[in-house]
């Protein structure tokens, strides 16, 4: 029997290949619909997602809706929006921050995911982790150089830094981020999420 993204998603749902490297055990986040037309490629949850099982339930998720021009209801609409983050579990606390995503999950999951996701148009690859999956060679030397070549990876990418509160300090130094990268952004976003029949009510929203 050919699987279905549903079948996928549920088994990524129950998955604990590398539930021995983490903390909290594992509880994989994700956002999948066949329909999306964006993904949000992150890094893994922190720890608040991962008591509520919700993606960018969290301050960084109200910044990252804040850079996309939209509110949560549009957010958590998989038939709009897929999230996959690298890692799909919580991978424990470093000296500095989260540790790096667990690279089980992609190794194991993302190439089926997506490629059950044909209708993608625009991908957000924040973070130098999902930049360096999407981007590969194309990647630049920094994170700051890989965002400023935002033109260079469009229509189709959006290398994006993490829109964590830790990275406040980055924000205030690159204010041409927030001046040239984000309006091009909400104005591709809000292109992509047209509804051709408006007339039809969109009762499917899901977290």
């Known amino acids: ?49 991962h008591e509520t099982g919700v993606p960018f339930d969290d301050p960084s998720g109200e910044r ?54 044909p209708n993608i148009q625009l991908t957000l690859v924040i973070g130098q982790y999902a930049q360096k999956w999407h981007l590969g060679a194309l990647q630049k030397i920094s994170l700051t150089e890989t965002v400023r070549a935002w033109r260079e990876y469009g229509p189709t990418i959006m290398a994006l830094p993490h829109p964590s509160p830790r990275n406040n300090i980055w924000l205030k130094k690159n204010e041409w981020f927030e001046s040239d990268v984000l309006p091009c952004l909400r104005a591709q976003i809000s292109q992509l999420l047209i509804d051709p029949s408006p007339h039809k009510p969109n009762s499917t929203s899901s977290k």
């Open 1 to 49: 029997m050919t699987q279905t993204l549903n079948q996928l998603a549920k088994e990524i749902k129950s998955c604990s290949i590398c539930a021995k490297h983490l903390p909290l055990g594992p509880r994989p986040v994700i956002q999948v619909n066949g329909q999306a037309k964006i993904l949000i490629a992150g890094q893994a949850p922190g720890t608040k997602v």
């Open 64 to 117: 990252l809706r804040q850079w996309m021009g939209i509110d949560a209801s549009v957010f958590y609409n998989p038939k709009k929006i897929a999230i996959v983050p690298m890692g799909f579990c919580y991978p424990g606390a470093g000296r500095s921050g989260d540790l790096a995503p667990r690279p089980e999950c992609a190794d194991t999951w993302r190439e089926q995911l997506l490629a059950f996701m």
